[in-house]
Antibody
Framework: EVQLVESGGGLVKPGGSLRLSCAASGFTFSSYSMTWVRQAPGKGLEWLSSITSRNSDSSYADSIRGRFTISRDNIQSSLSLQMNSLRAEDTAIYYC?????????????WGRGILVSVSS | SSELTQDPAVSVALGQTVRISCQGDRLRMYYASWYQQKPGQAPLLVIYGQNRRPSGIPDRFSGSDSGNTASLTITGAQAEDEADYYCSSRDSSGDLYVFGPGTKVTVL
């Protein structure tokens, strides 16, 4: 059974940093690209960042580029998101998701999400 | 960056059919994927590619594509289908993703 479990969320002050992790199991982690998506309170889904399986190439949404960094550890089957210079508008539930990018592009498994609150 | 657009909300009588649309230029290049999200839950993939359903998704969910519009159809809507539905596609650059704003489906 595919499982994705996020951790590392919490309350942080504006300008602070936080590192999210996503522990993956039930599939060959090294064979899949992975993604972070967030959802601000009462808002829609926002794609944030993806990292490929093959060479760990990464891509970022404009809203987080230069502040957030995605990474992966194929040995530990884990995905991370280092979040720096956090702003109030970064408050959201953060989801990790498994990505399929071989022709069709979609996210077939999602974690339950982790809450990040940015407030003074 | 370019966008995907969706109707904010639609309603459907129990057992009837509802179609949700998603429009955007990038849909001429890439298939949309569709996600169902119920309150307090993570999104769930319901349609991807050319009208493909993941295992466990009822066959009352189907997808179609025409030009710059992708559609999700629920044929014989059930009470448990009441949820927010989001479309997603690759960005025109091919490197990024974008989600539509979501459609709230109410089953009457």
């Amino acid at each position: 059974e595919v499982q994705l479990v996020e951790s590392g969320g919490g309350l942080v002050k504006p300008g602070g940093s936080l590192r999210l992790s996503c522990a993956a199991s039930g599939f060959t982690f090294s064979s899949y690209s992975m993604t972070w998506v967030r959802q601000a309170p009462g808002k829609g889904l926002e794609w944030l960042s993806s990292i490929t399986s093959r060479n760990s190439d990464s891509s970022y949404a404009d809203s987080i580029r230069g502040r957030f960094t995605i990474s992966r550890d194929n040995i530990q089957s884990s995905l991370s998101l280092q979040m720096n210079s956090l702003r109030a508008e970064d408050t959201a539930i953060y989801y990790c998701a498994r990505e399929n990018d071989a022709g069709n592009y979609y996210f077939d498994y999602w974690g339950r999400g982790i809450l990040v609150s940015v407030s003074s | 960056s370019s966008e995907l657009t969706q109707d904010p909300a639609v309603s459907v009588a129990l057992g009837q059919t509802v179609r949700i649309s998603c429009q955007g230029d990038r849909l001429r290049m890439y298939y949309a994927s569709w996600y169902q999200q119920k309150p307090g839950q993570a999104p769930l993939l319901v349609i991807y590619g050319q009208n493909r359903r993941p295992s466990g998704i009822p066959d009352r969910f189907s997808g179609s594509d025409s030009g710059n519009t992708a559609s999700l159809t629920i044929t014989g809507a059930q009470a448990e289908d009441e949820a927010d539905y989001y479309c997603s596609s690759r960005d025109s650059s091919g490197d990024l993703y974008v989600f539509g704003p979501g459609t709230k489906v109410t089953v009457l």
